[in-house]
């Protein structure tokens, strides 16, 4: 089972910062699977991005994805106050999907 | 729109059972990969189970093996999870959710998710 783990836990930023959040894998990831998502309280995750650079229908341009192998990377170029949120990873290269345990932006 | 709507949560005893349902709308559901995921509460997201369009392929988390049973009804448009030998650490919101597929190919994330539906298991 390949573990993600995401880095840091919580990331205190003001609206307009740029957010750097990463992801790193136990084991290399295959063919750049790997997905973010957003959750915001009391609600269901969003697919942000997939095959680790891809948006998702509907994602902003502010937010980009970056890595392979073991190293990822979700970016929010500025910060709006709607991104203030949990984003998780989760790769998909085997049918074992797993999630990393999240990191939270929140507001300084 | 695409819709999933969860159902069949509830307070369960250790050792119960519990069957989960997920209607959905908006979509070719006969053509669509589809997946359990939860969430403890204050917790991460954990993958428990998926199953491909026609049911003849089923994944499981090893934390429910032998114990959840996934399935469908595409002439239903409704998916279900069949949770036997509950225990206090199945305790979490159930989210049904749909796979990517593009031309045929099943992607194991899901790019729709529902609202989610509660499960407790207590004494």
């Known amino acids: 089972e390949i573990v993600l783990t995401q880095s840091p836990g919580t990331l205190s930023l003001s609206p307009g910062e740029r957010a750097t959040l990463s992801c790193r894998a136990s084991?290399?990831?295959?063919?750049?699977?790997l997905a973010w998502y957003q959750q915001k309280p009391g609600q269901a995750p969003r697919l942000l991005i997939y095959d680790a650079s891809t948006r998702a229908t509907g994602t902003p341009d502010r937010f980009s994805g970056s890595g392979s192998g073991t190293d990822f990377t979700l970016t929010v170029s500025r910060l709006e106050p709607e991104d203030f949120a949990v984003y998780y990873c989760q790769q998909y290269g085997s049918s074992s999907r797993t999630f990393g345990q999240g990191t939270k932006v929140e507001i300084k | 729109e695409v819709q999933l709507v969860e159902s069949g949560g509830g307070l369960v005893q250790p050792g119960g059972s519990l069957r989960l349902f997920c209607a959905a709308s908006?979509?070719?559901?006969?053509?669509?990969?589809m997946t359990w995921v939860r969430q403890a509460p204050g917790k991460g997201l954990e993958w428990v189970s998926s199953?491909?369009?026609?049911?003849?392929?089923?994944y499981y988390a090893d934390s429910v093996k032998g114990r959840f049973t996934i399935s469908r009804d595409n002439s239903k448009n409704t998916l279900y999870l069949q949770m036997n030998s509950l225990r206090a650490e199945d305790t979490a919101v159930y989210y049904c959710?749909?796979?990517?597929?593009?031309?045929?190919?099943?992607?194991?994330?899901?790019?729709?998710w529902g609202k989610g539906t509660t499960v407790t298991v207590s004494s």
């Open positions: 084991q290399s990831v295959t063919s750049f699977y």
């Open positions: 908006g979509f070719t559901f006969s053509t669509a990969a």
């Open positions: 199953i491909n369009y026609s049911g003849g392929t089923t």
């Open positions: 959710a749909k796979d990517m597929v593009l031309n045929h190919y099943w992607y194991y994330f899901v790019d729709v």
